[in-house]
Every structure is written in structure tokens, then in C-alpha cells.
């Protein structure tokens, strides 16, 4: 399915972030596979029949696994983003000390630039 075959790799859209993406990709796959599905809803023999049940129980089969993958995906991104708002938020805001454009403000207010 083109679900197991992009699940390592999915494509996202240019200037889309890589988990937000793979999710993105991840739902619109199911949705498109939902679709399909409720239309085959709408003639009931067609789910009753075995072929119906082994699509229907392979539809179900693959949305636990597209749910699983978005999960796993968030609670891994979310654990990287509270281990990193952690470590920034112990650094201090201002630093004493030197800035970079402190030796070019010294350069303009020395008199040298005075006629």
C-alpha cells in the first residue's frame, strides 16, 4: 500500500515541517481510503460478501497502523520539544559582557570622526 511504502520516507510539502507533514500525509491517506470505504457503505451487499469483509477488515487493519504511526510521531516530537524547552529556558536571556558591536559603537563616539 502507498501507506507502507512511504511510512520511512513520506513526502511533505515544500517548507512544511517534517512531523506535521508526515502526519499531514499520514491523514490524508486515511481519508482518501475512508472515502472508498462509505461509498462501498452504501450498498450493503457489497461489505456482506467475503471479499467485502477481508477489505473492510484490511481498511480497519490499516487505519490502528495509520492512527499508531501519528501518535508515535507527536509523542516523539513533543518529548523533543519539552527536553529542548528545558535546556533553553535554563539559559540566561542576558549576558554580561562584550557585544559584537560593542568595538564598532566605540569606533564612531571616540572623536576621531570630529572635524
Given at each position: 500500500t502507498m501507506f507502507k511504502e512511504g511510512i520511512n520516507n513520506p513526502?511533505?510539502?515544500k517548507n512544511q515541517p517534517p512531523v506535521a507533514g508526515a502526519i499531514a500525509?499520514?491523514?490524508?491517506?486515511?481519508?482518501?481510503?475512508k472515502r472508498t470505504v462509505l461509498r462501498f457503505k452504501t450498498l450493503e451487499e457489497m461489505l456482506q460478501g467475503e471479499l467485502g469483509v477481508v477489505a473492510k477488515e484490511h481498511y480497519l487493519n490499516t487505519a490502528r497502523q495509520m492512527k499508531a504511526f501519528e501518535d508515535k510521531l507527536y509523542e516523539n516530537w513533543l518529548q523533543n520539544v519539552e527536553n529542548t524547552l528545558n535546556t533553553h529556558l535554563k539559559k540566561p536571556i542576558?549576558?554580561?559582557?562584550?557585544?559584537?558591536?560593542?568595538?564598532?559603537?566605540?569606533?564612531?563616539?571616540?572623536?576621531?570622526?570630529?572635524?
Open positions: 513526502p511533505i510539502y500525509w499520514s491523514r490524508s491517506l486515511f481519508h482518501r481510503n542576558l549576558a554580561i559582557g562584550v557585544s559584537p558591536t560593542h568595538e564598532l559603537d566605540q569606533e564612531h563616539h571616540d572623536g576621531s570622526d570630529q572635524a
